[in-house]
């Protein structure tokens, strides 16, 4: 997680990014409330089944507060930070535009 936050605050800084963020009985590795979108950074402990259940109960619960959840695994995180940050820029691009559509105009 800490590589992610490093990630963050030198590709992402135009935005809040909280980490260890409670969230809706849930803790969001990382959270950013202008995008109403989650982080999760995925470890090893990840793939297994009952871990794979707890995630899968956490992003349906967030969705249900109208929040929008991209995982990325640790080991991509470390091994090829670039393709996280064009991956990551792609989704806030989309998630911008969802917003900038669901925003009243005054």
């Not at 963020?21 to 202008?34: N, Q, S, T």
Request: one cysteine or more; charged letters at 25%.
């Amino acid at each position: 997680e800490h590589k992610m936050g490093v990630i963050l605050a030198r590709y992402f800084r135009k935005y809040t990014w909280e980490s260890q963020y409670p969230l809706r009985g849930f803790i969001a590795d990382f959270y950013c409330a202008e995008l109403r979108l989650v982080l999760e950074i995925d470890g090893g402990i990840h793939a297994r089944e009952d871990v794979r259940q707890r995630d899968s109960r956490k992003v349906a619960g967030l969705a249900r507060g109208g929040l929008r959840v991209k995982r990325y695994a640790n080991r991509m995180v470390f091994r090829n930070p670039m393709a996280v940050v064009h991956s990551l820029r792609f989704v806030i691009g989309l998630h911008e535009q969802a917003l900038s559509r669901a925003t009243p105009l005054p």
